[in-house]
């Protein structure tokens, strides 16, 4: 089991930055990935960015430039700086854990609001 807690979201200005942040405990040495997807009001959860164990990252279409994905040298934590926010990148953010075998968790998800 993989538990995944998310932190960092909050009302930003457009234009402005946050930086969000996904510990994950229990069995974090089956988790293959790591990632942040949304879900913005009225629409499907989205991927936002993704980090394979081996550091090979993906990046939406929509964020590319303005947003980076990171981890500590645990790599126990995974951390989503976000830059240049726009009032479409209103949304809750989640976690992701891609794990051993085939089993994904999901953290409870924080809430990002970028006022225009």
């Known amino acids: 089991q993989v538990q995944l807690v998310e932190s960092g979201g909050g009302l930003v200005q457009t234009g402005g930055s946050l930086k969000l942040s996904c510990v994950a405990s229990?069995?974090?040495?089956?988790?293959?990935?790591l990632a942040w997807y949304r879900r913005a009001p009225g629409k499907d959860r989205e991927l936002v960015a993704s980090?394979?164990?081996?550091?090979?990252?993906t990046y939406a279409d929509a964020v590319k430039g303005r947003f980076a994905i990171s981890r500590n040298n645990a790599r126990d934590t995974i951390y989503l700086q976000m830059n240049n926010l726009k009032p479409e990148d209103t949304a809750v953010y989640y976690c992701?854990?891609?794990?051993?075998?085939?089993?994904?968790?999901w953290g409870q998800g924080t809430q990002v609001t970028v006022s225009s």
């Open positions: 980090m394979t164990t081996r550091g090979t990252i």
């Open positions: 229990g069995t974090i040495h089956l988790i293959n990935t």
């Open positions: 992701n854990a891609d794990a051993t075998p085939l089993t994904f968790y």
